[in-house]
């Protein structure tokens, strides 16, 4: 075991994933209810890894999101941009502990500093020429190590921004799809 993360379980993920690649299709949801203004809940749904349901998540989570009331919210949980950036710690945390396990660097703290820029101008309408989607994302890292130097701390940051889903998924686009489903009923 290294920065938590279990090394045997980590070698056979990676073994299973080399022998079957299609186990490296994993799908993750949320269903979300708007509760007026700028609120809303969203539950996780069903992981699925090749198509298949990941029996061992038993567990359902739920998330909240508001504005403060300067941005037309009441300001009862955090933003979606506060989320964007949960997202991407928990990416990297994860990334930087698997990685820096693989490398035989055992850390002995990591925390994360992250802040996006948002022009509100896109997202109210007011100037088409500004996009209404985030301007930077910054992350500043503080990670210990009692067995690697500067160097390999750095070329580890270097490794995460490459393999981190999260950051690569906001650094590039994606297709995103959005579909109205209409009730019949209505």
Same mark, same amino acid.
């Given at each position: 075991?290294?920065?938590?993360?279990?090394?045997?379980?980590?070698?056979? =993920?990676?073994?299973?994933?080399?022998?079957? @690649?299609? &186990?490296? %299709?994993?799908t993750?949801?949320? %269903?979300?209810?708007?509760?007026?203004?700028?609120?809303?809940?969203?539950?996780?749904?069903? @992981?699925?890894?090749?198509?298949? *349901?990941?029996?061992?998540? =038993?567990?359902?989570?739920?998330?909240?999101?508001?504005?403060?009331t300067?941005? &037309?919210?009441t300001?009862?949980?955090?933003?979606?941009?506060?989320?964007?950036?949960?997202?991407?710690?928990?990416?990297?945390?994860? #990334?930087?502990a698997?990685?820096?396990?693989?490398?035989?660097?055992?850390?002995?703290? +990591?925390? +994360?500093?992250? %802040?996006?820029?948002f022009?509100?101008?896109?997202? +109210?309408?007011?100037?088409?020429?500004?996009? @209404?989607?985030?301007?930077?994302?910054?992350?500043?890292?503080?990670?210990?190590?009692?067995?690697?130097?500067a160097?390999? &701390?750095?070329?580890?940051?270097?490794?995460?921004q490459?393999?981190?889903?999260?950051?690569?998924?906001?650094?590039?686009? *994606?297709?995103?799809? #959005?579909t &109205?489903?209409?009730?019949?009923a209505?």
């Amino acid at each position: 075991m290294i920065n938590g993360v279990d090394m045997d379980a980590l070698r056979q =993920t990676v073994d299973a994933v080399r022998d079957k @690649p299609e &186990l490296a %299709q994993v799908t993750f949801g949320v %269903q979300s209810e708007w509760s007026g203004g700028a609120h809303q809940r969203a539950t996780t749904t069903v @992981p699925r890894q090749n198509g298949e *349901v990941i029996a061992s998540r =038993t567990a359902t989570y739920t998330f909240e999101s508001d504005e403060p009331t300067a941005l &037309l919210g009441t300001d009862k949980a955090a933003n979606p941009g506060e989320y964007i950036l949960q997202g991407l710690a928990g990416c990297y945390a994860v #990334t930087y502990a698997s990685v820096a396990a693989t490398r035989g660097i055992e850390l002995s703290s +990591l925390s +994360l500093d992250l %802040q996006v820029d948002f022009d509100l101008q896109g997202f +109210l309408g007011i100037d088409k020429s500004i996009r @209404p989607g985030a301007q930077e994302i910054r992350v500043d890292v503080h990670a210990q190590s009692p067995n690697a130097t500067a160097e390999q &701390l750095e070329e580890l940051t270097e490794l995460v921004q490459q393999r981190s889903p999260i950051r690569e998924t906001l650094a590039n686009s *994606v297709k995103v799809t #959005t579909t &109205l489903v209409t009730d019949k009923a209505q």
